[in-house]
C-alpha cells in the first residue's frame, strides 16, 4: 500500500534548526587530557564531514536525523526532552571494503586502507579543524584524536548487519553520535523511535542561496608575510616565526596565489613531531562561495566595505570565478588591507586572481543542489502516519521483539517510566516473554545482564553523575578525576547550580521508576531463568537501583513531589487500578519506613529494668498487662499472662526502641545464636558501666568501647562517643544469617531495605529504611514517624545453621498500612513463610486498628510489619508508664534478688522490706 510522503512543517523545520545550529562541546578524555574542549556546531560539522565523505570517494545515500531527537522535532509536546544527537549515514560503499586513499600520506602518496578507516581519518580531521594552532598531524596524533574525544567506537560486521559507530562525547549530556549504516536489519525497536528525518536540505540552506548568487565583486588585498590554513573556511593568518635569515626577510612576502578550499593533512610537508609549531595570529577569515562567469568589467570594481567586505577575485583563466566573504581582525597587525583607493594600478598592491577547485565545488553542487528545501520525514515502523500518532499520544506498539538485540527490553522500561501507555495491553504484555528472552538470550551471565542494565542507565538517566565509571573501571583515581572534572564542566556551562539539580532530580525520578518496570517486567514475563537465576539477577537490580537512589539521595530531602508520586500511601491504590492483573512492586520505597523495635523475652523485669534504665539511660515508655498470649504472638508461642515494657532513649516515633516481654508462667528460655548485638553511642552508659554495673556482665573494655551484657545475656556494644543532640544513640541491631548473600536478595528486593555501602563487606551487611543524611534532619512521613537517619539492620554470616532457640526475639517495622497486603503477596509468590497473614489487632469497635502481617526470613528470624497510620496514635509515651511498670511488679512480683543491677527506688524498697 503507497503511503504518501510527510515533510516538516515550518515549525518543525525551526526545531530541527534548534537541534542542527546550537553550539556544543566535544569534551576530551580523560579529563586531564591536553586536548581542548570543541565548540561546534553541528550543522557545519556535518555538511564538512558529508563533503569529505564524497571527496573520498565514500557514497553516501542519505544522511539523517533519528532517535530521540528525531522525535523531539516531530512531537507536539513542547516538554519532550531528547538526550543524544544522533545521525544516520546510509552508505552503499561497503565498510569492509578497501580503497585506495592518500588522506595522511606523509609523502601524499595513496595507500590501501579499509573504508572504515578512512571513514574515521576523514571525522579526526575535523575535529582536527576545531583545534587550534595544529600543525602536527602523524599517525599517532591523528589516532589520539579519535581516541579523545570519541566515547563509542563500534564496527559490527555480520551475515545480516553491517554499520558502525562512533560517538563524540558531550558531558553535558548532548553526544553527537555517528552511525554509518550498510546494511541493519532492524533500525528500531519501538514506533516511536523509528523516525529518520532528511537533513541534507538543511545543511546545504545557505550554500545553495549563495550558489545561485551571479553577482562579482572584486578587491585587492595588500600582503606580508602570509600563510593559508583552510581549517575553517579560509583562514589568514600571520607568521611570527622569525626566519634566521634577515637577509630574506623583506623578500619573505607570499606572492603565490592564494589557496582556497577544504583542508587536507596530506598536503602538508612533513613535520617533525617535535619542532615547536608555529606561532601564528588570526588576521581574517575567508568563507568562499563558487559563482558564475563575471565580464571583464568586474575586475576593475573593488568593493570599500570593511565590516566584511564581499569580494570576489576572478580567474582569467577560468569560466568560473570565487566569491568570498573576508572578515578582518583589525586587533592585530595584520598586513591585510582592504584597499580604500579605486585606483586599479597602485605598486604596493597585489591582486590575485586565484583559480578554483574545480572538483571542490563540483563537490558542494553534486551534493547540495541535488537537494531540494522540502525536508522528508521517514519510518522503519510499518506505518509512518500510524507511528507518529503513537508519538504524539505516547502509546507503546512494536512488532517482533524477539529480532531486537537485547529484546528492546530495557527501551520499553524506559517508556514505561516516562509514562509511555500500551497501544494494546494484550499484545505487549504478551511481548514482554519475548522481549525478556532476547534479553537473556544476548546476554547470558549475570555480570553481563547487570553490565548492560548499568550502561544503559548511565547514558539515559545520569547527566551530571559519574556513577556509570564504577561500571567502567574500578581507577579510583580515575573516576574521583572524571567527577571533578564533570563537576567543573556543569559549573562553567549555561546551566546554574539549581537547573543541574532539578536536571538530576527529574533524571533521578526516572531511574528509580525504570528500575521498578524492570524488575516488574522481568518477574511477570521471564520463564527461561531458573529461580536461583532469577533471585540473584533481583538482588544485583535492586542493588544497582539503592545504589543510585543512595548517589542521588540528597536531592529528595524535603522533596514533596517525590514522597506523593514515588512513595504516596495512595499510589499502590492508582497503579493497581490502571494495572490490574498482578501484584505491583511500587507501593512504596524504603523511604516510607522504619525500623520500630526489638522484642527480647526477659526472665526478670525488674533486673531488665534496671539494666536498661539506670545503667545505660534509656526510660520506660509504656507498659502494659496481658492476661493470655498475643494473638500476633508478640510474646512467643504462650498462652499465659504476661507483661510488655516498651524501653528506649525516647518516643518510638523517632527513637528506636526495646520491647522487653515477661512470661508469668516461663521459668527461663534457651537463647540461641540468632541475636549478635545491639550498638549503642553513648558515653554516660560507658561511665555507668565502669561505675555500677557487675563486672560478671562486661565482656571487653578498651577506652573507645566497650561490651556487655544484659541480665538476660543480649549482647551491647557501647561506644564512647555522642550523636548529635536529638539523634538515635541506638544506631544498630545486629542478627546473625547462615547465607549473607541469600538474606541480602530477601530483605533489599522482597522488603526494599537500602544497603549502607560505606559499611559493609562481605562478610556483614548494613541495611535501612529512611535516609541517612550527613547533616542532622527532621524528616519525617505524613504520619510523623521520623525517617532520617535511624537505628540500622546489620546482618552478620556466620556460615553455620541459626539456631533461635526458644528466647528469640522478633523485630518491626512500621510502613504505610496500604503496603500490608503487597508484602505478603509478594512473601508467599517467592515462597518465604507468612507466620502471621494480614489481620488487624484490636477491639470489636476500635476505629484504629494497627493492621499487621508476621513474616520469617530465610533463617526463621521473625519480621512484623505494621501500618503506621494506627500504629503512630498508640506508640505515644505514656506519662504514668513506669508507675504502671512498678504496680505490675507489686501485683505480680519476681525475684529481686536475682540480679543487683544499680539502685533505684525499687530497689531500695525492696532491702527495706
Not at 874 to 901: Q, S, V
Request: charged share 20%.
Amino acid at each position: 500500500m503507497h503511503v504518501s510522503s510527510i515533510y516538516l512543517t515550518s515549525e518543525q523545520t525551526d526545531k530541527l534548526r534548534r537541534v542542527l545550529t546550537p553550539t556544543i562541546p566535544i569534551y576530551p578524555s580523560p579529563p586531564t587530557s591536553s586536548f581542548p574542549t570543541l565548540h561546534i556546531i553541528p550543522k557545519d560539522f556535518l555538511r564538512k564531514l558529508l563533503i569529505k565523505l564524497y571527496q573520498h570517494s565514500i557514497d553516501i545515500k542519505a544522511i539523517r536525523l533519528h532517535g530521540g531527537a528525531a522525535s523531539y522535532v516531530l512531537i507536539n509536546d513542547s516538554d519532550f526532552v531528547y538526550r543524544d544527537i544522533d545521525i544516520l549515514f546510509l552508505i552503499n560503499t561497503s565498510l569492509s571494503s578497501q580503497q585506495q586513499t592518500t588522506l595522511f600520506s606523509s609523502n601524499n602518496q595513496p595507500y590501501l586502507c579499509d573504508v572504515w578507516t578512512i571513514i574515521k581519518y576523514i571525522i579526526s580531521s575535523c575535529l582536527i579543524e576545531y583545534i587550534p594552532n595544529t600543525s602536527i598531524c602523524t599517525q599517532y596524533f591523528i589516532s589520539s584524536v579519535l581516541d579523545t574525544y570519541t566515547k563509542k567506537n563500534i564496527k559490527i560486521n555480520s551475515e545480516q548487519d553491517s554499520w558502525a559507530l562512533l560517538s563524540l562525547q558531550n558531558l553535558l549530556g548532548q553526544n553527537l553520535e555517528l552511525k554509518f549504516v550498510e546494511n541493519l536489519k532492524r533500525q528500531w525497536q519501538f514506533s516511536v523511535d523509528s523516525f529518520q528525518i532528511d537533513i541534507k536540505p538543511l545543511l546545504f540552506e545557505n550554500i545553495n542561496q549563495l550558489l545561485s548568487n551571479s553577482d562579482s565583486i572584486t578587491t585587492k588585498i595588500q600582503t606580508k608575510n602570509l600563510i593559508i590554513d583552510a581549517i575553517n573556511g579560509v583562514t589568514i593568518i600571520k607568521n611570527n616565526h622569525q626566519n634566521n635569515n634577515n637577509n630574506n626577510n623583506e623578500h619573505n612576502i607570499s606572492t603565490s596565489p592564494l589557496q582556497f578550499g577544504f583542508f587536507s593533512p596530506s598536503s602538508l610537508s612533513n613535520i617533525n613531531e617535535y619542532e615547536n609549531p608555529i606561532q601564528c595570529q588570526t588576521l581574517a577569515t575567508i568563507t568562499t562561495i563558487k559563482t558564475s562567469k563575471n565580464n571583464n568589467s568586474s575586475l576593475k570594481s573593488r568593493s570599500r566595505s570593511r565590516n566584511p567586505s564581499e569580494s570576489t577575485v576572478d580567474d582569467n583563466d577560468s569560466n568560473s570565478s570565487l566569491q568570498f566573504q573576508l572578515s578582518i581582525n583589525e586587533d592585530v597587525d595584520d598586513g591585510i588591507e582592504v584597499d580604500a583607493d579605486d585606483s586599479p594600478n597602485e605598486d604596493d598592491d597585489h591582486v590575485y586572481h586565484t583559480p578554483i577547485d574545480k572538483d571542490h565545488i563540483s563537490t558542494i553542487s553534486k551534493i547540495s543542489l541535488s537537494s531540494n528545501n522540502l525536508i522528508e520525514v521517514f519510518s522503519a515502523y510499518k506505518d509512518l502516519h500510524q507511528a507518529l500518532y503513537h508519538l504524539n499520544n505516547k502509546l507503546i506498539a512494536t512488532y517482533e521483539p524477539e529480532t531486537m538485540r537485547g529484546g528492546g527490553l530495557l527501551k520499553y522500561c524506559d517508556l514505561l517510566a516516562r509514562n509511555y501507555k500500551l497501544y494494546d495491553v494484550a499484545i505487549m504484555i504478551h511481548m514482554q516473554r519475548y522481549m525478556c528472552s532476547r534479553f537473556f538470550i544476548d546476554y547470558k551471565t549475570i555480570p553481563e545482564q547487570i553490565y548492560v542494565i548499568a550502561q544503559y542507565v548511565a547514558t539515559h538517566f545520569l547527566p551530571s553523575s559519574i556513577i556509570s565509571n564504577l561500571h567502567i573501571t574500578n581507577n579510583l583515581n580515575e573516576i574521583l578525576q572524571h567527577r571533578y572534572y564533570q563537576q567543573n564542566q556543569l559549573m562553567n556551562s549555561k546551566y546554574d547550580s539549581k537547573q543541574i539539580d532539578q536536571i538530576d532530580l527529574i533524571n533521578a525520578r526516572l531511574c528509580l521508576l525504570f528500575f521498578e518496570h524492570l524488575i516488574t517486567v522481568i518477574q511477570q514475563s521471564t520463564v527461561c531463568l531458573t529461580h536461583e537465576d532469577r533471585e540473584l539477577l533481583f538482588m544485583n537490580i535492586h542493588y544497582l537501583k539503592e545504589y543510585y537512589h543512595y548517589e542521588y539521595e540528597h536531592l529528595f530531602i524535603g522533596d514533596n513531589q517525590h514522597h506523593q508520586k514515588y512513595h504516596g500511601y495512595n499510589h499502590l491504590h492508582q497503579h493497581n487500578h490502571h494495572h490490574s492483573g498482578g501484584t505491583s512492586l511500587q507501593e512504596s520505597t524504603s523511604d516510607d519506613r522504619r525500623l520500630l523495635h526489638y522484642t527480647m523475652k526477659i526472665t526478670d523485669r525488674l533486673a531488665a529494668k534496671n539494666f536498661f534504665c539506670n545503667i545505660l539511660g534509656m526510660k520506660i515508655l509504656r507498659h502494659e498487662e496481658m492476661d493470655s498470649g498475643c494473638s500476633a504472638r508478640c510474646n512467643g508461642d504462650f498462652d499465659s499472662p504476661w507483661s510488655k515494657t516498651m524501653v528506649g532513649y525516647g518516643s518510638e516515633n523517632s527513637f528506636f526502641v526495646f520491647e522487653l516481654n515477661y512470661n508469668y508462667d516461663v521459668q527461663g528460655y534457651n537463647y540461641g545464636n540468632d541475636f549478635s548485638s545491639i550498638t549503642i553511642y553513648n558515653r554516660q552508659a560507658i561511665l555507668n558501666v565502669r561505675q555500677y554495673l557487675d563486672k560478671k556482665f562486661i565482656e571487653i573494655d578498651n577506652q573507645q568501647s566497650i561490651i556487655i551484657h544484659s541480665p538476660d545475656g543480649h549482647r551491647i556494644i557501647l561506644i564512647d562517643e555522642d550523636v548529635h543532640q536529638g539523634n538515635d544513640p541506638i544506631q544498630c541491631l545486629s542478627l546473625n544469617v547462615s547465607n549473607l548473600k541469600k538474606s541480602i536478595d530477601y530483605y533489599t528486593r522482597l522488603l526494599k531495605m537500602k544497603i549502607n555501602k560505606n559499611e559493609s563487606n562481605d562478610k556483614h551487611v548494613k541495611l535501612y529504611y529512611g535516609l541517612k543524611t550527613k547533616q542532622q534532619t527532621q524528616v519525617k512521613t505524613k504520619s510523623g514517624f521520623l525517617i532520617d537517619n535511624q537505628c540500622q539492620l546489620e546482618l552478620i554470616e556466620l556460615q553455620q545453621t541459626i539456631d533461635r532457640g526458644t528466647g528469640y526475639g522478633r523485630k518491626a517495622f512500621s510502613c504505610p498500612t496500604n503496603d500490608i497486603e503487597p508484602i505478603q503477596d509478594r512473601i508467599e509468590k517467592e515462597g518465604y513463610d507468612i507466620l502471621i497473614s494480614a489481620m488487624e489487632l484490636g477491639e470489636l469497635l476500635d476505629l484504629n486498628k494497627e493492621k499487621i502481617v508476621i513474616l520469617s526470613d530465610p533463617d526463621g528470624h521473625e519480621i512484623c510489619f505494621v501500618g503506621e497510620e494506627n500504629y503512630f496514635k498508640g506508640c505515644e509515651t505514656d506519662p504514668d508508664a513506669e508507675k504502671k511498670f512498678y504496680k505490675g511488679l507489686e501485683n505480680k512480683p519476681d525475684d529481686p534478688n536475682k540480679y543487683a543491677i544499680g539502685e533505684d527506688e525499687s530497689t531500695k524498697r525492696q532491702e527495706k522490706q
